[in-house]
Every structure is written in C-alpha cells, then in structure tokens.
C-alpha cells in the first residue's frame, strides 16, 4: 500500500512512520526538512510547507495514495485543500484530532464518547485562548470532514486523542514530574488538579492507524482512543514514583495561595482543565483498539526521558526552588510526616 505521510518525524508521526516502514507499507514523508529523522533512504521525501496552499496541490495533484494520514491539520483550510487536490485519487484520508473538542462543549458525560461532540460551546474562559481555539479549530475540521463525507463521500477517519504520551513527546509534560519525583523534594497539585488521568501511549495510537488502513466500515467515522486504566494525577504519581525507586511527597496547595506565590498551575502540567476523559469503548468494539498497560509504558518512556533525553528541561521546571519552599511550609501547616 501506498501511504502519505503528512509531518511524520517528531512523535506521533515518528512512530507512525517507523511501524509503517516495519511492515512494509511504501511511505512518502511530506514536511519542510527541518526536524531530523534516522529514516534515510527507507522512505520518499518530498519537501515542502504545507500552508502553501498553491504549492500543495500543484504537487500532488497527480498523486494516487492508497492513504494520507495527516499529522499536522490544525486549521479548515488545511484539509479543504487535501480534499480538493486528492478528491477521487485516495482511498482513506486520516486526520488526528483531540479530546479538547468536548472540553469546549458543555457536555457534562464522563468519559466522554463520541456523541457527546454534539454539545453546545462555552464560551471562550478568559486567559485559555490558544487552549480553546486549539480545540475549536479542530472542531471546524471535523465539521468540514463530516459534510465533505455525507455530501461527497470524501473518505476520512478521525481519531480524538487525549494526551499522547512516550518517548520523544516534545510537550515534555510527563518530564515535568520525573524532574521533581528525581529530585526528592516535594511535589506540588494545584489543590483543584487532582485530574482523572486517562492518556494514551504514542505507539498505541500509531498502531490504531496502521490497523483501519483499507478498512472499508471506518469511512466517515470518529474514534476515541484512550488507555484502559483510569487512575488519579496522586496515584499516577505514586505509581512513577515506586518505578523509579523514589519517595515522594505530595503536596496539594490551593489554587489561589500557588498564583499568589508566583508560581503557575503549569508546574503541574496534568492538573489544568484541558486534560481530556475520553471512552473508547467504540474503537475497542469495532476496530479492536487495545492500549499497553499503563506500568508496560510508562518504564520505557521514564527511561528514556532519565536516560536518553539530552534537550531543555521543561519551562515550568525553572520554578522549583520557589516551589520547593512553598511545598516545605505547606507541608507542616498540613501535618505531613517527613
Ligand atoms: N501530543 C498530544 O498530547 C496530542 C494529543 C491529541 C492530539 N494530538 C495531535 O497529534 C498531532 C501531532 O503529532 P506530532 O507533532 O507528534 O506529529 P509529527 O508528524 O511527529 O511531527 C510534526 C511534523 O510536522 C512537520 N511540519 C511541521 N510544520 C509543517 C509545515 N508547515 N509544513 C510541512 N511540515 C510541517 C515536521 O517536520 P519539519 O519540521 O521538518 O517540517 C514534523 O515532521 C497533532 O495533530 C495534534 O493535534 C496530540
């Protein structure tokens, strides 16, 4: 089969090409050239930026793809010109979207299924603009992809992530807490952001796309994907913590009392309101989604962010030692044993 590749090499799109290339699809990789990639000669390359529009479809319009899977469609217009240059001339179109699209809504069902999408929006919270508009953006492509299916049989398949988590995630949110679990100091919730926390592993979600390729019953649908176990941001904690042999203290701190401090809700990156609680019951039961145990992903994924990973330390880790003091007082106020 032949399959393109839209982004393709930092994390999800790494993955996915590396299990594309293992089990022999023919893979052309489109994006700029600018993150590197251990690919090589493996795959076909064609260079571009895909907001030239122009230039887009006047490269592929001659193209014939058994599937494009798209890892990079953030806005409308994105995918109205995937449909307008592959319109007849591919079998599958594969968009990633993400659990954020129900956290605009005023859907009130946890965890949230598919048809929970078709809730009234919120207004915008005041200070989440990029949050929310990531999310409504995601919303319009969908919508496009719903009516350019049921208008045009133009054939896509979504799928709404929650945080993907692994090796290579450049978000650095899960680094965020190994730092602070390292250093055995204690760590900081927001006392609001003890989160039900329900990602999904990268190579799970790379596999699940590999899985629906030619599959023909997925056309024009939406899946959620998320892990099976459901665990607290606390026993999440816990559960690193024990992995990687540390004590860890938690410190659970009013919301208000951490901002008046000085110190963002992003020093704990799990806690805000835009972690999703997705249901993938529907993927499980039509297209046999299965997820990694959570313990069977999270050892390979510390250890390469203990080990292997030599870039920045996440923004908010600049924090610590303002927060270590805040954590140090608040601990004795609460009573807790050293
Ligand atoms: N991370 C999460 O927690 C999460 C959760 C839910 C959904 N998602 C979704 O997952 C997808 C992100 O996947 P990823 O970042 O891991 O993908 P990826 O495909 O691994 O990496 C991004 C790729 O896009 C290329 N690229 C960036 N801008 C480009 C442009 N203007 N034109 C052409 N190529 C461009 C980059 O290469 P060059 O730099 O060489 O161009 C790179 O190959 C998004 O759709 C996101 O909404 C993520």
Redesign the pocket.
């Known amino acids: 089969m032949k399959i393109l590749v839209i982004?393709?090499?930092?994390?999800?799109?790494?993955y996915l090409t590396r299990t594309l290339l293992e089990e022999g699809f023919e893979v052309t990789l489109?994006?700029?050239?600018?993150?590197p990639d251990d690919f090589g000669s493996s795959v076909k390359r064609i260079y571009?930026?895909?907001?030239d529009y122009k230039k887009f479809y006047e490269t592929f319009r001659r193209e014939k793809y058994d599937a494009v899977i798209d890892?990079?469609?953030?806005e409308p217009e994105d995918v109205e010109v995937i449909e307008k240059t592959f319109r007849d001339r591919v079998g599958q179109y594969i968009f990633?979207s993400?659990g954020q699209v129900y956290l605009i809504t005023e859907n009130k069902h946890q965890p949230a299924r598919e048809e929970d999408y078709y809730q009234k929006l919120i207004p915008c919270p005041k200070g989440e603009e990029a949050a929310y508009e990531y999310g409504l953006k995601?919303r319009q492509i969908e919508d496009y992809l719903e009516d350019a299916y049921r208008l045009r049989k133009f054939p896509s398949v979504r799928f709404r992530?929650?945080?993907?988590e692994g090796p290579r995630?450049y978000?650095l949110r899960l680094y965020s807490y190994l730092l602070r679990i390292d250093d055995e100091h204690p760590v900081i919730i927001p006392e609001s952001g003890d989160n039900i926390i329900r990602h999904v592993y990268v190579k799970d979600v790379a596999r699940t796309l590999i899985r629906v390729l030619g599959v023909e019953k997925t056309r024009g649908k939406v899946y959620n994907l998320a892990q099976e176990e459901v665990v607290r941001l606390s026993e999440f904690l816990r559960l690193i913590a024990q992995i990687m042999g540390k004590p860890l203290q938690l410190v659970k701190i009013p919301d208000r009392e951490l901002l008046e401090e000085g110190l963002p809700l992003d020093i704990s990156p799990f806690s805000g309101r835009w972690v999703s609680y997705l249901d993938p019951s529907f993927a499980k039961e039509e297209i046999g989604f299965r997820s990694t145990p959570l313990e069977k992903w999270l050892k390979p994924t510390i250890y390469y962010f203990m080990e292997e990973y030599r870039g920045e330390k996440p923004s908010n880790y600049h924090y610590r030692a303002r927060e270590i003091q805040l954590a140090e007082k608040w601990k004795f106020k609460l009573g807790i044993p050293e």
């Open positions: 982004g393709g090499t930092k994390f999800l799109g790494y489109f994006n700029r050239g600018i993150t571009g930026n895909r907001k890892l990079i469609a953030y990633i993400t995601k992530c929650p945080i993907i995630d978000t």
